[in-house]
């Protein structure tokens, strides 16, 4: 099994930053995609950013040129970067992992994010 944890969410004025962190706790963390998404009052989950275990990234039109996902694989660990943030961010942000060839689909429980002057 797989265990996913978010941490670095809080608080932040617009314009501020902050940065996401997912440790992945299982085997063979390389192997998966991994993926933020978020979810907003009244809203449905949304992908924010994925990167794939060879290397792709996809990113949400909104956070494109502000939010870098980037994995370190020797710390089993997703981050998100999220610079330039404005109060449309606010959201409960997840992180999500992937293994198509086994059926596997994990999520966190979700960090929250709110940006607001």
């Known amino acids: 099994q797989v265990q996913l944890v978010e941490s670095g969410g809080g608080s932040v004025q617009p314009g501020g930053s902050l940065r996401l962190s997912c440790v992945f706790s299982?085997?063979?963390?390389?192997?998966?995609?991994m993926g933020w998404y978020r979810q907003a009052p009244g809203k449905q989950r949304e992908l924010v950013a994925s990167?794939?275990?060879?290397?792709?990234?996809i990113y949400g039109d909104s956070v494109k040129g502000r939010f870098t996902i980037s994995r370190a694989n020797f710390e089993n660990t997703l981050y998100l970067q999220m610079n330039s943030l404005e109060p449309e961010d606010t959201a409960v942000y997840y992180c999500?992992?992937?293994?198509?060839?086994?059926?596997?689909?994990?999520w966190g429980q979700g960090t929250q994010v709110t940006v607001s002057s």
């Open positions: 990167l794939e275990s060879g290397g792709t990234t």
């Open positions: 299982g085997k063979f963390f390389t192997l998966y995609d």
């Open positions: 999500n992992a992937v293994l198509r060839q086994v059926r596997h689909d994990f």
